[in-house]
């Protein structure tokens, strides 16, 4: 236990909080936690287990008297409090009266007195946008329009300035940009690289390339079934970069990610012109140089790491989004391609495939109509597990893992992710963990939990590495070495950034892909469709579904369509 543990965790018996929260309080709260917490016990909420009760019964015992209810450390915490609940859900920002009405929810008398605290002590910003219009004025009969009144937002200051800052350099981009290529010519190296390649694409994904070409932002949406269409689109952009000599950049989220989509070009081209870099690799790069830069699984990047990437990318580079629009939105707070597309300030197209959708691509277009049909699926990409209890999904996750999967496809376990609705229970990602350990890399744990051998998720940034990247732990001791998938080895800072990786849950997941994927959905499991969806599409040739929530799935599918977040990007764009 470190120093700085140790001295949380005498707080924190003082107050009569438990010590095991001293972990993962120290790295909230960062240097000077010990202090901070001392100082202010409602510093409690930053961890998202306790609840404002326990935060105020620890403050009273700490602070005696002095632990009012108007105190405004408390009024000030309260309202973190909820931003941060919101940031947990997606949202950048919360409407001011919205945010009002909860803090009110919370027992405190004068909600404004606790947003004023807030931003006193820079708890939370304040952000201002106008109100969306469609109107339309009639200066011919000399009608002066009325300005439309502005809407208060509040937002955690990381989050609202990273959203903020993502707008303002995705308008950069926009405001001097010059076409690449003309239409015509574009359409002509479209064209040619098509003819070179020995392959065909849509006139929609002609058009969609076109598009991409001309406007400085574009976003390229694109389907389940799609994957062989979007690495023909990124051949051709490869040769409308090179005919301009703008140079390429392609990413993707993740390590994994990447690695599938190298996968796919090379499934349409011998010698693919293009390497496909993972979006933690290409920013260690920065600033971008090329001129054509392309994000894949654009859906799964929040606010904050997109802002990292626009702001890497030169006065005049050309960004395009490629999106599936069906998937879930990120793990972290933002919807960066639909506000995008939203905004009318930059241009979308289509990337779409000829031809019958394959069957992970037939089912998942059927849940994301509010349904899960019966498919066929005569190579087995589509197996359906039912289980009668969380305890027999988990027994089935294992089986399907390292036996039915391995012998009937030959996919071995490195190639298969497991993919957990929840994180807690017996079916959770957690216990889903030490089964496939103890069956497939068996070790005491050594290092944090970890062993030379086993598979991890990664939870933190570093130098060509980010959150959401898979992969093995090679090394421990005086250098933490894990391989990520196309064989690239990367140090992390120590066995706290990384986490158990056989399973992962459907956030931790969002943005990668693997050739096989169990989903796994216990009992008593909220189920939307974006998740189910979401879980679907990680899938590259195989998916098995282990369904333990009799019924519920399929309800969840039908009548779960999921929540609106809300966000300021697509207003900061239209306002320019």
């Known amino acids: 236990m470190s120093e700085a543990v140790e001295q949380v965790s005498a707080v924190l018996d003082r107050m009569g909080a438990p010590p095991a929260l001293a972990p993962r309080l120290a790295a909230a709260l960062g240097p000077g936690a010990a202090a901070e917490l001392d100082a202010n016990p409602w510093l409690l909420l930053r961890l998202p287990q306790v609840t404002v009760e326990q935060a105020d019964f620890c403050a009273r015992r700490h602070l005696g008297e002095g632990a009012g209810p108007g105190d405004p450390r408390r009024l000030s915490a309260l309202t973190a409090h909820v931003l941060r609940m919101s940031a947990r859900r997606g949202h950048t920002v919360v409407e001011e009266k919205r945010l009002a009405t909860i803090v009110g929810q919370l027992g405190v008398p004068r909600p404004s007195d606790a947003l004023e605290a807030a931003l006193a002590d820079e708890s939370a910003v304040v952000l201002e946008s106008m109100e969306d219009s469609d109107d339309d004025f009639d200066f011919e009969e000399g009608g002066v329009p009325e300005v439309p009144d502005s809407e208060r937002y509040y937002a955690l200051p990381d989050v609202g300035h990273a959203e903020q800052r993502l707008g303002d350099q995705l308008l950069r981009l926009m405001s001097g940009n010059e076409p690449i290529m003309d239409s015509a010519t574009a359409g002509e190296t479209v064209d040619e690289a098509a003819d070179k390649g020995g392959f065909t694409v849509t006139e929609a994904t002609r058009q969609a390339l076109v598009t991409a070409t001309l406007r400085p932002v574009t976003v390229l ?269 990367v140090e992390v800072a120590g066995p706290a950034a990384l986490r158990p990786g056989w399973a992962v849950t459907v956030a931790a997941a969002h943005g990668g892909r693997w050739p096989a994927v169990v989903g796994v959905f216990p009992p008593e499991v909220p189920v939307s469709r974006p998740q189910v969806y979401t879980v679907l599409t990680r899938a590259v040739r195989h998916v098995s579904l282990v369904d333990a929530t009799d019924g519920a799935l399929a309800e969840g599918v039908r009548d779960n369509a999921g929540a609106q977040r809300t966000t300021r990007l697509a207003r900061i764009l239209r306002e320019g």
């Open 221 to 489: 949406w694109h389907g389940p079934g799609d994957a062989g269409e979007v690495a023909r689109a990124l051949l051709c952009l490869a040769a409308i970069a090179a005919d301009s000599q703008v140079g390429i950049a392609v990413a993707a989220p993740t390590a994994q990610a990447a690695a599938a989509l190298d996968a796919d070009l090379a499934a349409v081209a011998e010698d693919p012109p293009v390497r496909v870099l993972s979006l933690p690799e290409l920013l260690s790069q920065a600033p971008v140089g090329a001129g054509l830069v392309v994000l894949q699984e654009s859906m799964s990047v929040g606010a904050a790491r997109a802002a990292e990437l626009v702001s890497a990318c030169g006065d005049d580079a050309h960004l395009v989004l490629l999106a599936d629009p069906r998937q879930a939105p990120s793990a972290t707070p933002g919807q960066v391609a639909v506000d995008v597309a939203a905004s009318r300030a930059a241009h979308a197209g289509e990337v779409a495939a000829p031809g019958e959708p394959g069957p992970i691509a037939e089912l998942a277009l059927g849940v994301a109509d509010g349904d899960v049909p019966d498919v066929a699926a005569p190579d087995r990409e589509i197996v359906r597990v039912p289980a009668a209890s969380a305890e027999e999904a988990a027994h089935r996750v294992v089986q399907l893992l390292t036996d039915s999967i391995p012998r009937a496809l030959g996919v071995e376990p490195e190639h298969t992710q497991v993919i957990a609705s929840r994180e807690d229970g017996p079916a959770g990602a957690r216990a889903l963990n030490a089964a496939c350990k103890e069956r497939l890399n068996p070790g005491p744990g050594a290092h944090g939990g970890l062993d030379v051998g086993d598979r991890v998720l990664l939870v933190a940034d570093g130098p060509g590495y980010g959150p959401g990247d898979t992969g093995y732990l090679r090394e421990t001791g005086e250098r933490t070495v894990v391989e990520l998938p196309g064989g690239r080895r």
